[in-house]
């Protein structure tokens, strides 16, 4: 059984290794392999446990000013599997909606109903929170992901971005968007 919960402190070495674990799994041939060498669970987890800390203090989560995430874990048998972070939109055209800024499962639970539960979980609370459409960003070539997030219904809108700084440096990211009320109104009618 899949349990979704807000995250605390103590999970951030958890969550760095859904982090690391499923980046290395899923990049790659498509970052850089010294890249995702380099990454570490530990550096992860004290980087998770700084955002975590900011963000149950209703801090900013990532240098993008007032912006404040949230992060929930998805756990089966008391071990993290699985975690995504989501708020307000933090790009500078985002006018207005909500984001998925990181949805990741281990890759031990791929295809295990992870990522569908945490996808739901972050669409209800986006639409509860008061978004009624949302987007997110995907890397381009990443089949797997684009695959997923298009069978719940989050499609291209023509925008893409370079990414700047650390491991994403330079790479080709497009967005989805999603109209959430879709989803709400088919889960009542269900």
Known sequence: MITIRDAVVADA?????VHVDSW???YAGLIDQAVLDRQSVE????????WIE???????????GSVAHHLVVAETDDRIVGWATF???RDDDSGGLGEIAGLYAHPD??????GRALISHAEDALLTGGWIRAYLWVLAGNERAI?????????????????????VEGLRE??????LTSSAERASAE
Request: glycine share 20%.
């Open 109 to 114: 639970a791929w295809s295990q109903g992870v």
């Open 43 to 50: 550096s992860r987890a004290t980087m998770w446990s700084t």
């Open 147 to 167: 695959g997923f997030y298009g069978a719940h219904g989050w499609s291209p809108d023509g925008v893409e971005k370079i990414g700047e700084g650390g491991s």
């Open 54 to 64: 900011r963000s149950l203090a209703g801090e900013s989560t990532d240098g993008y």
């Open 174 to 179: 497009q967005r989805l968007v999603k109209d």
């Open 87 to 89: 708020g307000a939109g």
């Open 13 to 17: 070495h958890g969550v760095a290794v």
């Open 24 to 26: 290395r799994a899923a």
